[in-house]
């Protein structure tokens, strides 16, 4: 039951911080930044920055982390692409 509260609550952060970053609310910014990936706007300037640090992070817990946390049904009221 506490994990299950603590991983709600990291997924809440989650959500924040890419709402604050001008994201979709409802989305994580790990399916942010997996879509990044997957169009390929990861390559260069702030976004290529952000994308390796929290990579090199995420990649310890769980291989091909952002690509496995898409959401194709969020995203859609994201401010900043």
Known sequence: MFCKYCWNILIAIDQL???I???DPDETLSS???????????KKGIRKKVY??????????????????????????????
């Open 17 to 19: 911080i890419n709402t």
């Open 21 to 23: 970053c001008g994201g």
């Open 32 to 42: 942010r930044m997996g879509k990044w990936a997957r169009a390929g706007r990861n």
């Open 52 to 81: 390796k640090i929290v990579n090199c992070i995420v990649e310890l817990f769980e291989k091909d982390h952002f690509k496995k946390s898409i959401e194709e049904d969020e995203g859609h009221r994201r401010i900043i692409e």
